[in-house]
């Protein structure tokens, strides 16, 4: 069974920095791309940033230049510094992996999910 686990939102003004992180956890014989998805209220979930295991990133147009992912390969864990945060960025935030639970599988896994929100 393959776990991931956010960690990192809450309550920030505009202008200010989170940094969400999340750990995959349980049996699985390799992680390929990982990413963030946002959900605001009435609106469909979007991509954020995706980030492969070789390291390439990519970001949604809304955040580029104030969003930055990363990840610890050894740790299994992806993150994403938020900086100058707005209003519009308020949104439950999810975690997305492409993973191999064994050699010849593939899946897409969730997070349940964390809390941004930017207060104007």
């Known amino acids: 069974q393959v776990h991931l686990v956010e960690s990192g939102g809450g309550l920030v003004q505009a202008g200010g920095s989170l940094r969400l992180s999340c750990a995959a956890s349980?049996?699985?014989?390799?992680?390929?791309?990982m990413g963030w998805y946002r959900q605001a209220p009435g609106k469909q979930r979007e991509l954020v940033a995706t980030i492969t295991s070789g390291g390439s990133t990519n970001y949604a147009d809304s955040v580029k230049g104030r969003f930055t992912i990363s990840r610890d390969n050894a740790n299994n864990t992806v993150y994403l510094q938020m900086n100058s945060l707005k209003p519009e960025d308020t949104a439950a935030y999810y975690c997305n992996g492409d993973i191999r639970p064994v050699m010849n599988s593939r899946m897409i896994y969730w997070g349940q999910g964390t809390q941004v929100t930017v207060s104007s």
């Open positions: 349980g049996s699985f014989f390799s992680i390929n791309a």
